[in-house]
């Protein structure tokens, strides 16, 4: 192959990245981040955010009464998962010992982690409009949110996005619900019950045959060229990302409720997907702000879409797509399809994030299937990145402290899938572990 990639030749990009071949042959991988620290490039107030959610929930919870059980917090619990690692320690021989599952799949609104970043950055934006409009104080009870007068207000303001599916399903379905008009940018891959929930809620998509990175650029250009409309950039926000690491505070406390210690003796491991690494870093952000080095994140990629592994790994971030090193992007696990990562996210993991690991389809299928019949609990396969990563860098390496260590494995979505597609997934699931006890 004579390819050449930023006036590098491909066999000197190898040669200065070994694991690059193992990555253009989409086998899975373990990449040790060696540049970690505890030094934090840039700082960003989480506390702020978690203020303004508090101020809606009183909204949320009149609009949408799942949200209720949490007073208006949209947040999901954790649960210890015995049945699963003991499956997992007969099928992989080894058992990660004290396995919890964050269940991000039951956040309400959106059933997945995207409820975090995506809902925050419209409530953000509707809070500014309100206040600049002299409509609304910090002081006021939220809940006239709800109000007609709000609605017709909000409904001269537009907001827009791209997405591979999840953003915009939570964009769409709270921008809707305060009035906004609202304009989702599909990509090719996103699902087809996605699209049609968002329209059965009065939101435009449009869609395209291209990837996430040709939507979300589609999507901000159109956006550039109206004012009116405000653009939820999930390759450069801060909000979004701030939206996301508000979970870390809450996690602490639920850890604390279980018993749980996060300490030199007993560090937390925690397993995140990562598509174009909004949710995983601003979660990894807010965990280190909480856990400082008692905390090891690791991300989980698709093995055809590795974007972040790729740009971590050259130093190069968002100035290289997996497409440049022939990886075609094409995964079932659609909320990680990215083939460029977020260049923001990316600069700002580097001395933050412990290691990637790439999965293959197949394991996200079969660990699907193997979570349903140990624990009943649905998830979308993109969902089940992170359990896969957990095998993988037990494969890979021996984990220090493995005995004493806890594992959260952060399941990112599921809930909503439609029960059709989730037989679907989960039949493909079950026939891969049969063929493997045939071979
Ligand atoms: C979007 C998504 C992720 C990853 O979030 P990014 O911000 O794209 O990195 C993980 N899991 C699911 C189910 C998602 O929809």
């Known amino acids: 192959m004579s390819r050449v990639i930023l006036g590098k030749d491909i066999g000197q990009w190898m040669k200065d990245f070994p694991q690059l071949q193992q990555l253009m042959k989409t086998e899975p991988i373990t990449w040790i981040n060696d540049r970690k620290s505890n030094h934090e490039p840039i700082h960003l107030t989480i506390e702020e955010a978690e203020q303004r959610l508090r101020r809606f929930a009183p909204f ?20 210890r998962v015995v049945l699963a690692e003991q499956e997992i320690e007969k099928r992989f021989g080894k058992n990660p010992g004290n396995l919890w599952l964050k269940c991000d799949h039951q956040l309400p609104i959106s059933g997945s982690i995207k409820a975090r970043g995506g809902i925050y950055e419209v409530l953000a934006h509707a809070e500014k409009l309100a206040f600049q409009h002299g409509m609304l104080r910090e002081s006021d009870d939220y809940s006239i949110l709800a109000d007609e007068s709000f609605r017709s207000f909000f409904s001269s303001h537009k907001i827009a996005v791209g997405s ?21 940018h599909m990509s090719a891959d996103a699902k087809q019950w996605k699209k049609d929930l968002l329209r059965t809620r009065g939101v435009e998509v449009i869609e395209y045959t291209s990837d996430y990175s040709k939507a979300v650029e589609e999507g901000r250009k159109q956006a550039e060229a109206d004012p009116t409309t405000h653009f939820v950039d999930d390759e450069n926000s801060t909000t979004l990302f701030v939206g996301y690491a508000t979970a870390a505070k809450r996690l602490a406390g639920q850890l604390a409720e279980q018993g749980i210690e996060v300490s030199a003796e007993r560090p937390l491991h925690v397993y995140l997907p990562c598509g174009v690494g909004g949710g995983p870093g601003g979660v990894t952000y ?24 790729l740009g971590m790994m050259t130093g190069y971030h968002d100035r290289v797509s997996v497409q440049d090193f022939g990886i075609d992007n094409q995964t079932i696990a659609d909320g990680l399809a990215v083939g460029r990562a977020s260049g923001f996210v990316g600069k700002l993991m580097e001395p933050l994030i412990s290691g990637i690991m790439t999965a293959e389809d ?5 660990l ?13 396969p993109s969902a089940v990145a992170g359990l896969a990563g957990l095998i993988q860098l037990q494969k890979d390496h021996a984990v220090q402290h493995a005995k004493a260590a806890t594992h959260l494995v952060w399941a990112t979505g599921g809930s909503m899938v439609p029960e059709e597609q989730m037989q679907q997934d989960y039949q493909t699931g079950k026939r891969l572990w049969e063929m493997e006890n045939i071979k």
């Open 368 to 380: 699907q299937a193997l979570l349903m019949d140990t624990e009943k609990i649905q998830l979308e």
């Open 286 to 309: 807010g965990l280190k702000q909480e856990f400082g080095e008692h905390v090891q994140c690791f991300f989980v990629e698709p093995t055809h879409s590795p974007c972040m592994v």
């Open 362 to 366: 197949s394991m996200l299928y079969k």
């Open 164 to 184: 591979t599916g999840n953003l915009g399903l939570s964009i769409g379905v709270m921008g809707a619900a305060l009035g906004f008009q609202v304009t989702v």
């Open 60 to 79: 949320l919870a009149s609009v949408f009464p799942d949200t209720q059980a949490n007073q208006g917090l949209i947040e999901s619990p954790i649960q």
